[in-house]
């Protein structure tokens, strides 16, 4: 069997491979890193500005058209926005539905942890909602540093 690979493709990249990489492959990979985080942000405001619109109609036509005025209703719906935006920008560059879910659960985790208090009154919706947009950039950073190998090669991953 040949190891040759094409050309144009780049094997994926496995922890034995950092301790061999330059500073040059390394910063390289950092750089991709890092742009894909921007990517996946950006992506997530795409999603809830695309699809929000899509939330108001839809609940007008379900006769309740004050639904996304509570906040636990309008953290899942942005939650879900972000996920659809983003999911779908990261399945075009290649990545599993594995990484795709993970990224989705990152968004409803991070706005489900403070469902509890503001159902009981010790935090008001609109903390929440900003709590869990603060808590979601920092989750999702921490599962690309988990898997830092997929998500430092551009993004490209095994299906």
């Given at each position: ?6 050309p ?7 922890p ?12 390289t ?14 992506t ?33 719906v942005?939650a ?22 993970e ?17 009981f ?12 947009h603060?808590?979601?950039l ?22």
């Open positions: 069997m040949s190891t040759e690979t094409h144009t493709s780049r094997p994926h990249r496995t034995e491979h950092i301790e061999d990489a330059t500073p040059a492959s390394t910063a990979a950092w750089a991709a890193f890092a742009l894909h985080y921007l990517e996946m942000v950006v997530m405001a795409v999603g809830m500005v695309v699809l929000h619109p899509l939330w108001v109609v839809g609940f007008q036509v379900l006769g309740l058209p004050g639904a996304l005025h509570h906040a636990t209703v309008m953290a899942l942005m879900t926005d972000m996920s659809l935006g983003m999911g779908g920008w990261m399945r075009l560059r290649g990545h599993s539905w594995r990484s795709i879910v990224m989705g659960a990152a968004m409803y985790l991070s706005f489900v942890v403070f469902v509890p208090p503001v159902w009154g010790a935090v008001s919706g609109g903390a929440m909602v900003t709590a869990g603060l808590l979601m920092p989750t999702m950073l921490a599962l690309m540093l988990w898997r830092r190998n997929e998500y430092g090669d551009g993004g490209h991953s095994p299906s």
